[in-house]
Nanobody
Framework: QVQLVESGGGLVQAGGSLVLSCAAS????????MGWYRQAPGKQRELVAG???????NYADSVKGRFAISRDYAKNTVYLRMNSLKPEDTAVYYC???????????????WGQGTQVTVSS
């Protein structure tokens, strides 16, 4: 069993900052990719920022220069620092991780429950 537990969402004014965190726990053998997606009402879920196990990081063009992803590999935790937030950043943010458990020899995708981020103008 693997769980991803997110925290840190909330309501913030435009120009403000938030930090999201996501911790993976359970029968984990290894964690490769960890990242953040978001889904706004009426829109498809999109990748916001991701970090591979080898440390390669990528961002959506819309958040480059404003958001920063980081990882604590020892704690299987990923963070998303969001600065200069805009109303268009309003969405449910989901953590995703590619995890190999101790039971199976391959990786599977795991998702967090989602955390709401609302940016007021």
């Amino acid at each position: 069993q693997v769980q991803l537990v997110e925290s840190g969402g909330g309501l913030v004014q435009a120009g403000g900052s938030l930090v999201l965190s996501c911790a993976a726990s359970g029968t984990i053998f290894s964690v490769n990719f960890m990242g953040w997606y978001r889904q706004a009402p009426g829109k498809q879920r999109e990748l916001v920022a991701g970090s591979t196990g080898g440390g390669i990081i990528n961002y959506a063009d819309s958040v480059k220069g404003r958001f920063a992803i980081s990882r604590d590999y020892a704690k299987n935790t990923v963070y998303l620092r969001m600065n200069s937030l805009k109303p268009e950043d309003t969405a449910v943010y989901y953590c995703k991780a590619d995890i190999r458990t101790t039971h199976l020899p391959m990786e599977y995708d795991y998702w967090g429950q989602g955390t709401q981020v609302t940016v007021s103008s």
